[in-house]
């Protein structure tokens, strides 16, 4: 059974870079039937998707944060990973990682979260 | 930018049947979904590729779509289904969540 699970900083400092990484296991992110992705949730408001990763290495990101996210994947290690930069109190969330079906737009598998507080 | 419109709060008795609805502009033309999320959890997928359910999710939950509205019902409804539902789509590639609603068993 695929398993993923958040790991990172859970205190990043203003105008930082916070960098999150997600460990697949049951799994491999070099499947050609998934796509990796990031969705975030602000305390106590609704889900945002972030973006996601095929294992080719080509990405998709929404559009509202494209120019501060990167997302890569180490296969390797069958990990995936986050970076978001120029941080502000309003990035502070739960970063959930996920595993999406590709061409079904639906995401099975989710890991546990991981919250990321922006504060100095 | 897309959206998808949905009630901010469901009430309903146990074993009653709540309809929780999603709406977004030419959703008829897009698959969608529905997760729930319990306090201080992670989503599940109930719901995919409009009516489909997930292995182990109960018969209680079905989804349907007429036009450019979705619908996720849950029939009989208990006590442990209280939770926030979100419904989801893409978009122009990207993947867009509804607004959520909070379904409160009374």
């Known amino acids: 059974q695929v398993q993923l699970q958040e790991s990172g900083p859970g205190l990043v400092k203003p105008s930082e870079t916070l960098s999150l990484t997600c460990t697949v296991s049951g799994g491999s992110v070099s499947s050609g039937s998934f796509y990796w992705s990031w969705i975030r949730q602000p305390p106590g408001k609704g889900l945002e998707w972030i973006g996601y990763?095929?294992?080719?290495?080509?990405?998709n990101y929404n559009p509202s944060l494209k120019s501060r996210v990167t997302i890569s994947v180490d296969r390797s290690k069958n990990q995936f990973s986050l970076k978001l930069t120029s941080v502000t109190a309003a990035d502070t969330a739960v970063y959930f990682c996920?595993?999406?079906?590709?061409?079904?737009?639906?995401?099975?598998?989710w890991g546990k979260g991981t919250t990321v507080t922006v504060s100095s | 930018s897309y959206e998808l419109t949905q009630p901010p709060s469901v009430s309903v008795s146990p074993g009653q049947t709540a309809s929780i609805t999603c709406s977004g502009d030419?959703?008829?033309?897009?698959?969608a979904c529905w997760y729930q999320q319990k306090p201080g959890q992670s989503p599940v997928l109930v719901i995919y590729?409009?009516?489909r359910r997930p292995s182990g999710i109960p018969e209680r939950f079905s989804g349907s779509k007429s036009g450019n509205t979705a619908t996720l019902t849950i029939s009989g409804t208990q006590a442990m289904d209280e939770a926030d539902y979100y419904c989801q789509a893409w978009d122009s590639s990207t993947r867009v969540f509804g607004t959520g609603t909070k379904v409160t068993v009374l």
């Open positions: 590729q409009d009516i």
């Open positions: 030419k959703l008829g033309d897009k698959y």
């Open positions: 996920a595993r999406e079906w590709v061409n079904y737009y639906y995401m099975d598998v």
């Open positions: 990763i095929y294992y080719s290495g080509s990405t």
